[in-house]
């Protein structure tokens, strides 16, 4: 028996460039093929440079004004802290929670990317990590597939663990062409689980075009949707 459906999901990663955007993107666009009847948002929680909200606004029709896709947003790719100081702005924790509130009450699921990995700062004070404890949210983590992926998979599990993430799985991604060989030797998934206890949830290959959003919708299908979208 299907379990309730969740209405909200943060995507979260290891690191910068590990793959939370498609991932976002994949689920998403499984939602509007599959649950079309259902109102879907999205939310990167804030955005320092170009990138993510411009992408959501083109390949999704959201209904959402660009300060609902991106509360915050800060002109140098850096860290929100420092980005912030740089325009003389404060990053305002209040402005992200009340539009993911509101966005919350009018949609059936929303979709919340965040920025950096798990540890990434978003105050001088709190991490993704916080953000996520604090405010309860659902989390799903991103891995990359590549040398080095046990230990930022163990790593980054410690630290949700000790901000008491709600951490529903693991998804490895292939930022590059891999061979399966390399997908077992570099994330082999009963060590990563076996060392974090978190289960992983599927593994995506490597997707070269992004927008064709039946064959991400499809990619999406391949991937333990029960524990991703449901209690």
């Known amino acids: 028996m299907t379990n309730k459906l969740l209405n909200t999901l943060l995507v979260t990663g290891t690191d910068t460039e590990v793959g939370k955007t498609v991932l976002t993107t994949a689920l998403a666009a499984y939602w509007q093929q599959y649950h079309s009847s259902r109102s879907m948002g ?8 170009e990138g993510d909200c411009e992408w959501y606004q ?31 702005k404060i990053v ?21 990317e965040a920025l950096g990995g798990l540890g990434s700062p978003v105050t001088h004070e709190l991490t993704v990590a916080d953000l996520a404890g604090e405010w309860r949210l659902p989390t799903v983590l991103v891995v990359p597939v590549r040398l080095g ?26 930022v590059q062409p891999r061979t399966n060989t390399e997908i077992a030797d570099w994330t082999p998934i009963e060590l990563i689980q076996s060392l974090t206890h978190i289960p992983i949830l599927g593994c995506l290959p490597y997707i ?15 991937l333990d949707l029960e524990r991703l979208l449901y209690a």
């Open 208 to 222: 070269e075009n992004l927008t064709d959003l039946s064959k991400m919708a499809q990619i999406a299908s391949n």
């Open 42 to 49: 999205i939310v990167k929680l804030m955005q320092s440079g």
């Open 92 to 112: 305002d924790l209040a402005k992200v929670w009340q539009t993911f509130t509101t966005l919350h009450q009018r949609r059936d699921f929303l979709f919340l």
């Open 149 to 174: 992926g046990i230990a930022q998979a163990v790593a980054n599990v410690a630290l949700a663990r000790q901000s008491r993430v709600n951490l529903k799985g693991i998804i490895l991604n292939c």
């Open 58 to 88: 083109k390949l999704f029709s959201l209904d959402q004004s660009p300060q609902e896709l991106t509360p915050l947003y800060f002109q140098a790719p850096l860290a929100p802290p420092i980005a912030a100081a740089r325009e003389n």
